[in-house]
């Protein structure tokens, strides 16, 4: 055994050992700790064979051929696609898993922990498998593992209809992209009992056209719905906040990038790319799921269903990359088309980590306040500082503000975009334009929604008894969150570097580097291929914090006189938390100025008293936002579905004579067809 | 290195004009509406005052509420070394380009709207929620902006923007180049808080943007905010001004170039700045709700600047 | 020919002991219990003489008038091994029970009949002899279902008894018409009406007789096996028996009689072809699929929820036998996964029925809090059933998927998927609702009887076992079966 | 034979019934005996006395027995009135003589001009199980049918072995008695035969 298989194996010992054992662990407290020491073995034995991988670039391959043997046998094979993806599951799972010893405190002797614990590192092990699985078998194991662990965890607090609710919708489109995933790999095996990645990518070079298409088209509704593409997002906003915020964290950071894996694995590592049009439609489709993700977290004042529409966004954004990649590629413009797909994989990881971020932090004020409604927070910053300082930087980095990691992936994507201008079709090259503009857009409310998220959150008074009450979390979980915090800001720096290995992954693809290796990129910019484009993030940073400094320093030292006093009501004495601005009057412009895309419902009733019209006893005023696509799409779905249903029950009409007559006109009807058939 | 110095002392210089230039637009148009108004090197005054006084912090606010003047300053600053201003920056050394200089002014205006929240104050969460909702919509304008300049230039680096403008005066004059520059400039009122958008003179409550968000800040750190959003204007309309009609701007070191540059860029700025002194004689302030439509109107500005370049191409 | 004696006469030593004691001992119930160990471990011992096969068809058990091929001992096995689940976990063994001693005498008596009759009809060569064992089922089966006789339970049993019986005639009808013609083709010969004597002498059979003779035989056995439309006995039946019996014909005895149309497949193929055959398995499997599965929808009765499951799967069973190579492995796979996680499931059914005393869905919640090991089970069975991995049916589902579109038969691949989430869907959103949320007032919280939760983790652990290891021995029975069913 | 059938449709009373059938069994038997005789087989004497003994003797009794029981029940309606009873018979019979036909030509023995009727039969008696309210009449169809079934393989086969044809008889005996029990057991439950009353189970 090699020591890259050993790694792989001490991940999955790590996985499995720590639900093992936390059977036998004494109490729940041991439970959670056994259960935690489990997920990070695993999680560290994950890093290191995928960092091994990484930076060798050799493969490790382990086939277990009699697991199964009939449906193809269980074939690993990690290489450094597989491996950045990897890497980001066991390196988020590690600080989730942490972060989890304290969060899953307030569950013991209230919830079963030992099965949570099961679900836990089941989930991580289904994550890192279908990194690693190199044949439809495994693939599909290791999916709808991580699916199926990852509802009971959404599960965990069920005692709400929400929960329960957001459960059967997760588990329903989780299944969903199971069903068009079986087809999509059969399509491409070239035979039944070829089922390797490699068959694969043989049987798909010699696939027809149409079925190109259909598999191309199969693979982005799967692996879309899991990723939370629009419309197939519907789980995501009501999954993410039921789930425990570790777990959410997981879900957000990681497992929907496995949606963007599979697609990246499937359209350009077995398919090896395609037709154009396949690049526009991810690029349209990332443009839709981007500003509509990021329109709805703008209606949302829940502080982790804000978090799950931003996901969509994010999503949307990586697929914007991707596409642009693809197209790109198309026209043989490799050099251009690898920063789109830089920019994508890049952005992966970013997001990976400042979603991680802000669901711990969501999570550690959930845990404090126990909600995680953004009308009752309030005045978090004075009373948890790190969690509130870790989730300004995420707030930042997912707003792209520079010189944070998020800034440095979207420019990326923003001069892939710009670089469709070589594209020699007009028709073509226009949709790059536009979608410069939604991209654009799309930051720009992220930025605006961040802003709510966290000054109405964090800043200004409390709004609730709880939020006034709020103790900063554990420092198990505070640390996990400036590490994640420290992250997102190294990754910004570094991104140069960052990019210099995401290029060796990109290299290692065929369909996404068409076989051009790059020239080394400097260390401190990212540079366009032409050179005449370049950004320092790095520089930027030393740039303005040396202005701020510099400023602060001035001043400081010519002295600065604070005096506190009242703010300003215009005369009224006393502040209360009932003069702040609301998360909904935050939102109220940008709902007014989209309300043709929100429709929203409106109830007005006022009281007044019987004397006279203009004495209001009260006003109150409703207004909902319910996702058109939901009404669109699903609920005609569902109700044809239960029309059918209530046909078919007529069958089961109860009289044991018409269950004969079934029996006789199935005798006729099989008679019938063999005399056809003579 | 000593491009380096040259870079340092143009941004100096920028910084020390920027109040000039908040104070020239006030000074014409009170003179414009009739009345003597005040000299435009008044806000030197102003500031100058502000830091001599003491800073009243309300008690609801965080060290956040402290730390944004530094942060608009220090963005504003810093914004203010990347683009061109008297001389071209060398296209061998840049920091950042025209993405960056959009997204560390959007940093700026990110912390401002949380520092507007921080108080507690209504004024300060509606100026932010307003403020962030201009922004996030002039965003879009401003990116396909670029897009119609990086069509030309065949990059977003600045300074590349200004050598292929120099070297194909033709293309300046294109519908292109002038539509983009259109939509440009009504973004530049958007975001400086300017009429149509908003009244920088008036502290009505109903209708106040920028000034609600800073209404909390007092002392050294309302004088901090102040100059940064004059150094936002300044280089708001040195873009616009440059990156459109750059002649005149010092592409290498000698005196005379630089003297020169120096010379056509305080009158570019005076151009630029009388127009919109003018404009705010001429227009009333849009209710918030019509400012959509502008923004819009400046979108589809851009969107043609960049079909046409494409034709044109 | 030892083996098979202790395979079958075990159940029939039982019958008679629960028949001559009286009243009910609780000894009775431990024989029974042993008697099916026996039982079990003379199927695996035949199943695993079967299996090391030298030449196609792998070494035979023949002896006399039986006769054993893989088909036959891995019914046996599944048989054997659903009985044995069934005595032990059935009424009878432990003290405090919601039957009397009469109904558990009763119990004893046909569940073990049930067993005896189901082991031989997968054993006998003989095909009308075959018949009359599946018969002698529907009879032993209806007497065990109105254990304690409700206005339902008598109803049920009718319809059962009826339709089935009809069912059963026209499957007989089948036979001698098959047998007719034989007869008139070769005249009179001994053992004409054995397997392999009939599949040797098919070609030069009449083709469009024996077409006729699988209509009947296909509408007859399927009538039994629960293919729509002639499954409508098979909710009612399903519901009202006790949860043992339940778990015996959900779990192997529709698999009993899909083994004698997959039987009559195989004589018939070698006459005209697989075309014909294998388009009219899809057609009724395709059906009951659809069936089963919109059925699922707004199902109100766990119990008949899960029966109706047993529909859909048949139909899966059904579709697979209709499929070439793959297919009938996947299906026979299918089979044995489906007898393991459906018996499981009823049994655990029967546990939840007997502490919230109400079928209804909807009266049923917090399942997972008032008993977290039963309801963990049910979870486990229910996300088997569904097909989710690392469950055995996922593993069947995906080689059955994989038939069909090696077979260029996308179409029908992707009706089966869209049935298959429907169904996921409905039934998960009605275990949803039975695991989770607060329990009712005035349930009991707490597992008890220890042992049989143990005891009901066997079923689970063969299918995660079948789901992620798929023993060889397994895979090698079942590819002997599928070789033994294909056309020499 | 299938004119007996016929007169179950064509009349209403159980105990006509009953008589139908009786008459029914001593013709098949009679058939298997002819087919013995002339094709000189032996077992179907056996299996002609054993059909006699069976349902020409023990069954008609324990049907009258019950009919006995349940006589003081009213009488039901069938689905299906008299005249379109006989309508649709016939036109079962003209779908068994269309199907069969095929069959007769590839018989080579004398008896293959029966095929046809047992085919028939077998249709009718399905008919009647289906149009039929009564427990009992259901049953009596039944047992039609299963004549009909043996008439086919008598006329179609010269019967099947003797081991096999013993299997059958005795499981239909088997089959017969539990269905009476639960016709005791309905009556008991239901106070009625009637099994429209069985309709509680649905969807």
């Excluded at chain 1, 590192?121 to 078998?137: D, Q, T």
């Excluded at chain 1, 199926?148 to 969903?176: C, K, N, P």
């Excluded at chain 1, 991104?495 to 996404?512: K, T």
């Excluded at chain 4, 019934?17 to 002339?38: E, M, N």
Aim: hydrophobic share 55%; net charge positive; proline share 5%.
């Amino acid at each position: 055994m090699s020591a890259e298989s050993g790694t792989l194996v001490l991940m999955v010992a790590g996985f499995a050992g720590g639900a093992g054992l936390a059977f036998l662990a004494p109490s729940d407290r041991g439970a959670r700790l056994v259960t935690a020491l489990g997920a990070i073995v695993g999680c560290l034995g994950g890093l290191a064979a995928a960092a091994t991988v990484i930076v060798t670039g050799r493969p490790v391959i382990a086939v277990l051929p009699n697991l199964v043997s009939s449906a193809g046998g269980i074939v690993i094979g990690l290489d450094r696609l597989g491996a950045l993806f990897l890497a980001l599951v066991a390196a988020v799972g590690l600080l989730a898993a942490i972060y989890g010893v304290s969060y899953t405190a307030e569950y013991d002797g209230r919830r079963p922990l030992r099965f949570f614990a099961v679900m836990f590192n089941g989930f991580l092990l289904g994550m890192s498998l279908v990194a690693c699985a190199a044949n439809i078998f495994t693939f599909l194991l290791a999916w709808e593992v991580m699916a199926v662990t990852s509802y009971f965890l959404v599960m965990t607090e069920h005692e709400s209809d929400d929960t329960r609710q957001a459960g059967l919708w997760y588990i329903a489109m989780t299944h969903f992209a199971l069903v068009l995933l079986l087809p999509m790999f059969l399509l491409m095996a070239p035979s039944a009992d070829a089922t390797t990645f490699a068959d694969l990518r043989l049987g798909a070079r010699v696939l027809p056209t149409a079925a190109r298409d259909g598999v191309f088209l199969l693979a982005l509704l799967a692996f879309g719905s899991k990723a939370g593409i629009v419309p197939l997002h519907v789980w995501l906003p009501r999954a993410h906040p039921a789930a425990p915020s570790h777990v959410s964290a997981l879900m957000s950071g990681v497992m929907i990038k496995l949606g963007i894996y599979g697609l990246i694995r499937v359209t350009f590592d077995l398919m090896g790319g395609g037709p154009t049009w396949w690049g526009g439609l991810l690029l349209t489709v990332g443009s839709v799921s981007a500003l509509l993700g990021v329109l709805y977290a703008l209606m949302e004042h829940d502080l982790k269903r804000l978090l799950a529409y931003h996901s969509v966004e994010n999503i949307g954004i990586i697929l914007i990359g991707i596409g642009a990649g693809s197209i790109l590629n198309g026209f043989g413009l490799h050099a251009l088309g690898r920063i789109g797909f830089a920019g994508a994989l890049f952005h992966t990881v970013n997001h990976a980590s400042f979603k991680a971020l802000l669901f711990l932090g969501a999570g550690g004020v959930i845990q404090q306040t126990h909600t995680g409604n953004m009308e009752e927070l309030g005045g978090l910053i004075k009373r948890m500082p790190y969690t509130a300082a870790s989730f300004l930087v995420g707030s930042a980095a997912i707003a792209a503000l520079p010189p944070l990691n998020g800034f440095a992936s979207e420019w990326l994507i923003f001069q892939s975009l710009l670089a469709g201008t070589h594209i020699p079709r007009p028709e073509v090259a226009i949709g790059f334009p536009i979608a410069v503009g939604i991209l654009a857009l799309t930051s720009g409310l992220a930025a605006a929604c961040f802003v709510k998220a966290f000054g109405i959150s964090f800043l200004a008074m409390p709004r609730s008894d709880h939020a006034a009450r709020a103790q900063e979390p554990h420092w198990s979980m505070r640390t996990m969150m400036l590490l994640l915090a420290g992250g997102c800001g190294v990754l910004g720096v570094a991104a140069p570097a960052v990019i210099r290995s995401l290029n060796s992954i990109i290299d290692s693809v065929p369909g996404l580097s068409a076989g051009e290796p790059v020239a080394p990129s400097p260390r401190l910019w990212l540079t366009m291929p032409d050179g005449m484009t370049q950004m320092s993030p790095l520089l930027i940073a030393v740039l303005l914090g040396a202005i701020i400094v510099a400023v602060a320093l001035a001043l400081h030292v010519r002295g600065l006189r604070v005096r506190r006093a009242d703010t300003w009501g215009c005369g009224r004495i006393g502040q209360t938390p009932r003069m702040e601005y609301t998360a909904s009057a935050f939102a109220e412009p940008l709902r007014r100025i989209f309300s043709e895309l929100y429709r929203p419902t409106e109830d007005l009733s006022i009281s007044v008293h019987g004397e006279s019209r203009y004495f209001v006893r009260s006003i109150t005023y409703t207004s909902h936002v319910v996702p058109w696509f939901e009404k669109a799409f699903y609920e005609p779905l569902t109700r044809g579905v239960h029309a059918c249903a209530t046909q078919v029950r007529r069958l089961q009409a109860g009289y044991v004579h018409v269950y004969l007559l079934y029996v006789a006109a199935a005798l006729v009807v099989a008679l019938a067809s063999a005399w056809w058939f003579q | 290195m000593i491009r380096y110095l040259a870079i340092l002392a143009q941004t100096l210089a920028a910084v020390a004009l920027a109040p000039a230039l908040v104070g020239f637009i006030r000074w014409l148009k009170a003179r414009l509406q009739g009345r003597t108004g005040a000299a435009p090197w008044q806000p030197y005054y102003e500031i100058r005052k502000l830091f001599g006084k003491e800073a009243v912090v309300s008690h609801t606010a965080s060290w956040l509420f402290k730390a944004t003047p530094f942060m608009v300053f220090g963005t504003s600053v810093a914004v203010a070394s990347l683009v061109p201003l008297i001389l071209a920056p060398s296209d061998s050394f840049v920091i950042g380009d025209l993405f960056a200089v959009v997204y560390l002014l959007l940093l700026g205006t990110f912390f401002l709207a949380l520092a507007g929240l921080d108080t507690g104050s209504p004024f300060g969460g509606m100026g932010a929620s307003r403020e962030m909702t201009v922004v996030a919509l002039t965003e879009p304008t401003v990116a396909l902006s670029i897009v119609a300049l990086a069509l030309n230039a065949g990059s977003t680096n600045l300074s590349q923007i200004v050598a292929r403008t120099i070297a194909e005066p033709s293309m300046a004059l294109g519908p292109g180049h002038l539509l983009a520059f259109a939509a440009l400039f009504i973004v530049t009122l958007a975001e400086n808080g300017r009429l149509p958008v908003d009244n920088p003179s008036t502290h009505l409550e109903l209708t106040m943007i920028h000034e609600a968000m800073v209404l909390e800040y007092s002392g050294p750190y309302l004088a901090l905010v102040e100059w940064g959003a004059a150094l936002k204007l300044l280089v708001f309309l040195a873009l616009a001004a440059n990156l459109f009609m750059p002649w005149g701007i010092a592409v290498s070191l000698a005196p005379a170039a630089v003297l020169m540059g120096l010379v056509s860029f305080i009158v570019k700025l005076a151009v630029l700045a009388a127009a919109i002194a003018v404009l705010e004689t001429r227009v009333a302030k849009l209710r918030l709700f019509r400012v959509p439509e502008l923004l819009s109107a400046s979108f589809v500005l851009a969107l043609l600047a960049v079909m046409s370049t494409f034709l044109a191409r | 020919m030892l083996t098979l004696i202790f395979l079958l006469v075990p159940p029939g030593v039982a019958t008679c002991l629960a028949t001559l004691v009286r009243p009910y001992r609780r000894l009775v119930g431990w024989t029974s219990v042993t008697c099916g160990g026996v039982s079990l471990v003379a199927a695996g011992w035949m199943a695993l003489t079967v299996v090391p096969g030298r030449g196609p068809g792998g070494q035979s058990l023949a002896t006399g008038a039986w006769h054993i091929d893989p088909l036959s001992a891995l019914l046996a096995v599944c048989i054997a091994f659903v009985a044995l689940l069934a005595a032990a976990l059935g009424p009878g063994l432990s003290p405090h029970d919601a039957h009397d001693a009469t109904e558990t005498r009763r119990f004893h008596i046909y569940m073990n009949a049930f067993a005896f009759t189901m082991l031989t009809a997968v054993t006998i060569p003989n095909i009308a002899l075959m018949w009359v064992a599946i018969e002698a089922t529907t009879i032993t089966s209806a007497m065990a279902i109105p254990l304690n006789r409700t206005k339902a339970s008598v109803e049920a049993s009718w319809k059962y008894l009826l339709v089935c019986s009809v069912g059963i005639a026209l499957a007989f009808a089948g036979t001698v018409l098959a047998y007719f013609d034989f007869v008139a083709t070769a005249g009179q010969v001994h053992a004409a009406l054995n397997w392999d004597v009939l599949r040797t002498a098919a070609p030069s059979l009449h083709p469009e007789l024996l077409q006729i003779a699988f209509a009947f035989i296909l509408v007859g056995y399927g009538t039994k096996a629960g293919l729509a439309p002639m499954h409508t006995w098979l909710p009612d039946a399903h519901s009202e028996a006790p949860s043992p019996i339940s778990a015996m014909m959900s779990g192997v005895l529709l698999a009993v009689a899909m083994y004698a149309i997959a039987r009559w497949k195989a004589v018939i193929d070698a006459s005209i072809g697989p075309t014909f055959t294998n388009n009219m398995l899809i057609g009724f499997g395709l059906c009951s699929v659809a069936i089963g599965t919109l059925s699922l929808v707004i199902q109100q009765h766990y119990k008949r929820m899960l029966a109706y499951s047993s529909v859909e799967h048949m139909g899966l069973v059904s579709i697979g036998l209709g499929l070439g190579p793959l297919g009938v492995f996947a299906a026979w796979l299918h089979v044995m996964n489906h007898a393991v996680a459906k018996s499981m499931t009823f049994l655990l059914a029967g546990r939840i029925l007997h502490r919230f005393n109400t079928t209804e869905i909807a009266r049923v919640s917090g399942l997972l809090r008032v008993m977290p090991w039963t309801g963990a089970l049910f979870a486990a069975g229910g996300l088997a059933l569904v097909g989710l991995p690392p469950f055995g049916l996922f593993v069947s589902e995906l080689l059955l998927v994989q038939a069909a579109i090696a077979g260029q038969k996308t179409w029908l691949a992707a009706l089966v998927l869209v049935l298959l989430l429907t169904a996921f869907v409905s039934l998960l959103a009605h275990l949803n609702r039975m695991l989770y949320g607060q329990p009712p007032d005035g349930v009991r919280v707490g597992e008890d009887r220890q042992w049989s939760t143990m005891a009901l983790m066997l079923p689970a652990c063969v299918l995660v076992a079948l789901g992620v290891v798929l023993p060889s021995p397994v895979s090698t029975l079942i590819h002997q079966c599928v070789i033994s069913l294909l056309p020499r | 034979m299938l004119l007996t059938a016929l007169i179950v449709l064509w009349r209403k009373s159980v105990p006509a019934y009953i008589t139908a059938y009786k008459w029914q069994s001593w013709l098949l038997a009679a058939v298997t005996a002819t087919i013995g005789y002339f094709g000189g087989d032996r077992q179907l004497y056996w299996v002609a006395v054993v059909l006699v003994a069976l349902k020409g003797v023990a069954i008609p009794f324990l049907l009258r027995a019950m009919q006995r029981r349940f006589s003081a029940l009213p009488e039901t309606k069938p689905y299906v009135n008299t005249e379109t009873s006989l309508l649709i018979a016939s036109l079962l019979v003209l779908f068994a003589y269309v199907l069969a036909r095929p069959w007769v030509m590839v018989s080579r023995l004398p008896t293959r001009e029966g095929l046809p009727l047992a085919t028939s039969l077998l249709f009718v008696s399905l008919f009647i199980i289906v149009s039929r309210k009564k427990a009992t009449t259901q049953v009596i169809g039944f047992l039609m049918l299963e004549n009909a079934i043996g008439l086919l393989a008598a006329v179609g086969t010269y019967g099947v072995p003797l081991l096999v044809e013993l299997g059958v008889f005795l499981d239909a005996l088997m089959g017969f008695l539990v269905m009476q029990i639960f016709v005791y057991h309905i009556h008991e439950t239901f106070d009625s035969i009637d099994v429209e009353q069985l309709t509680r189970l649905r969807h």
